[in-house]
C-alpha cells in the first residue's frame, strides 16, 4: 500500500517557523533518498531539500540555512523544519522519494502560507 501524509503547514507570519512531517509506506521510504517538495499556485512543482538514507542533506539555495531536513528510518518519518520564513516560501509542500515524477502517487501535501 502507497502511503504519504504531509502535516505540520498552517499560516505563519514572516520570519517565524514551523515544523512539517511525512509519514510514508516503506515501500517508499525504506532504502530511498527522501525530499520535500513545494509547488506554489501557478508553478511547478520544485525540490526543496532531499535526504539519503545516511542522513546527508541538500538543499535549494533559496532555503538553504534557514531548512532543515531530517528523517527518523525506523518510524519512515522526514521532518522538515522551517526558520525565518518569507513570503515566496507560501506553497502546498509533499514529500517523496527522490526522483518521483508526475506519474507517481502523491499525497494531498500540507499548505504553508507566510504572511508579510
Known amino acids: 500500500q502507497v502511503l504519504l501524509v504531509e502535516s505540520g503547514g498552517g499560516l505563519v507570519q514572516a520570519g517565524g517557523s514551523l515544523r512539517l512531517s511525512c509519514a510514508a509506506s516503506?515501500?517508499?521510504?525504506?532504502?530511498?533518498?527522501m525530499g520535500w517538495y513545494r509547488q506554489a499556485p501557478g508553478k511547478q512543482r520544485d525540490l526543496v531539500a532531499h535526504?539519503?538514507?545516511?542522513?546527508?542533506?541538500n538543499y535549494a539555495d533559496s532555503v538553504k540555512g534557514r531548512f532543515t531536513i531530517s528523517r527518523d528510518n525506523a518510524k519512515n518519518t522526514m521532518y522538515l523544519q522551517m526558520n525565518s520564513l518569507k513570503p515566496e516560501d507560501t506553497a502546498v509542500y509533499y514529500c517523496?522519494?527522490?526522483?518521483?515524477?508526475?506519474?507517481?502517487?502523491w499525497g494531498q501535501g500540507t499548505q504553508v502560507t507566510v504572511s508579510s
Open positions: 516503506r515501500s517508499i521510504f525504506s532504502g530511498n533518498t
Open positions: 535526504i539519503t538514507t545516511g542522513g546527508s542533506a
Open positions: 517523496h522519494r527522490l526522483g518521483a515524477t508526475t506519474f507517481d502517487y
